[in-house]
């Protein structure tokens, strides 16, 4: 047995159809990336895929729903994106410090509905 750990980057198509709109994604040996994958992930800009960076950090503090406000931010940035065209969303914490704070890993991967 092989185990892979390719990840595709890229607008999804129908499965039940060929085109070669299928074949326009970016394939990853891993989905941990070095900083240089990174980086060439960031620049990607061609008419069919397209990188947003997100940040993903709000400022640390005791004051009630913070942390939910930021998720909310978070959500409605990614879905600009896409909205506006862009296939990869990269989501970056590099801006934590002292007053800031990352919002941690397993909140963003649950799923998050906006009223």
């Known amino acids: 047995m092989v185990m ?12 039940l159809t060929e085109s070669p709109e299928h074949c326009q994604k970016v394939e990853l040996e ?3 990336l070095s900083n240089s994958e990174l ?11 397209q990188a947003k960076t997100l ?9 009630e729903g913070k942390l939910e406000r930021a998720l909310k ?3 409605q940035y990614a879905e600009d ?6 296939s990869i969303i990269l989501l970056t914490d590099r801006a934590i410090n002292s007053n800031h704070a ?3 890993a397993m909140l ?4 998050f509905t906006t009223t």
């Open 39 to 49: 980086e060439k992930l960031r620049a990607i800009d061609n008419e069919h895929l």
């Open 55 to 63: 940040d993903i950090v709000f400022q640390a503090s005791e004051d």
């Open 30 to 32: 891993s989905p941990v």
């Open 73 to 75: 931010r978070i959500c």
């Open 81 to 86: 994106a896409v909205i506006d065209g862009y």
């Open 4 to 15: 892979s750990l390719n990840t595709y980057l890229g607008k999804d198509q129908n499965l």
């Open 108 to 111: 963003r991967s649950v799923p």
């Open 102 to 104: 990352a919002i941690p």
